[in-house]
């Protein structure tokens, strides 16, 4: 191995090339599939690495570095090809073998260590042993130290959790959800109520659902205090209970109006009567 050292403070080593071309420095083995070179553009513009003849990464005049592409516009822009996208990864981080939280991703903000933590966590030790799955974490300053809160988690089975680092479900949300609308989808057998007004459905007489007031201090067919405090509310379920609990007091409340109306009327028959005898006396 060749081996160079300079006696002065000037560059060890200068490559000048007094073509139009870039300067090249290049490595190779016994044939040139192997080669490996370095090249500067006119004028030291960019600084370009290629592999067997392709390019493989560039830093540009403006300090901005491209993997995949000639024209990075960013500190560092990854790009890759679609015809060379077969099942490769484009960013690859591994963690250390014994970092607990796997592989991160840090966006940091210099200040105060304000930053956004991204972390792919695997404490498994071997393939067959998953970890907690994708975490996002945001850290702030509070005056004396540095505090990470856990905002996003992705599960290995799929779970999206947000302000919760245990998602027990597709979406679980610890706090407050702001929205325009939500759409839920019925499920069997789950139904929309209006067998209510079915001619054979067989309505409970406000007797029967005033004893079972009495005796339960809850609606019949609507989850107690108690039962809510344990296992949540279901959101649908509750909405399709409420739905038909509406329909029945509609029943109900066309059945009072009817019967309102035969009191009206029997009263109007009545004063009639007691008119025409007040009449006969006089």
């Not at 044939?31 to 500067?40: A, I, K, P």
């Not at 799955?133 to 130290?145: A, E, R, V």
């Amino acid at each position: 191995a060749a081996f160079f050292k300079s006696t002065t403070n000037a560059v060890p080593v200068s490559i000048i090339n007094d073509g139009t071309s870039v300067s090249t420095i290049g490595f190779k083995g016994s044939t040139s599939l192997n080669e490996y070179n370095v090249r500067v553009g006119a004028d030291g513009n960019d600084f370009i690495s290629y592999t067997n003849n392709i390019e493989r990464m560039r830093i540009n005049s403006n300090g901005n570095v491209g993997i995949g592409t000639s024209n990075p516009i960013g500190l560092l822009d990854v790009q890759k090809s679609a015809s060379n996208a077969g099942g490769q990864s484009v960013v690859n981080i591994t963690g250390s073998t014994w970092t607990g939280d796997g592989a991160s991703v840090i966006l940091n903000q210099v200040w105060n260590d304000n930053y956004y933590k991204t972390i792919i966590d695997n404490n498994g030790g071997n393939y067959a042993q998953t970890g907690s799955g994708l975490k996002i974490q945001t850290s702030y300053w509070d005056g004396s130290k540095v505090n990470s809160i856990t905002s996003l988690v992705l599960s290995p089975v799929g779970n999206l959790g947000l302000g919760t680092a245990i998602p027990d479900e597709k979406l679980t949300v610890n706090g407050k959800i702001h929205a325009q609308e939500v759409r839920i989808d019925l499920s069997s057998p789950m139904t929309v109520p209006d067998y209510v007004f079915a001619n054979d459905y067989k309505l409970k007489s406000l007797q029967q659902v005033e004893d079972y007031i009495k005796e339960n201090s809850h609606l019949p067919e609507i989850p107690s205090a108690k039962e809510i405090e344990k296992n949540g509310l279901m959101l649908a379920e509750m909405n399709m209970a409420l739905l038909k609990k509406i329909e029945e007091l509609t029943l109900y409340t066309i059945e009072q109006q009817k019967n309102t109306e035969k009191l009206i009327q029997l009263l109007d028959e009545q004063n009639k009567r007691l008119k025409i005898l007040e009449e006969g006396r006089k």
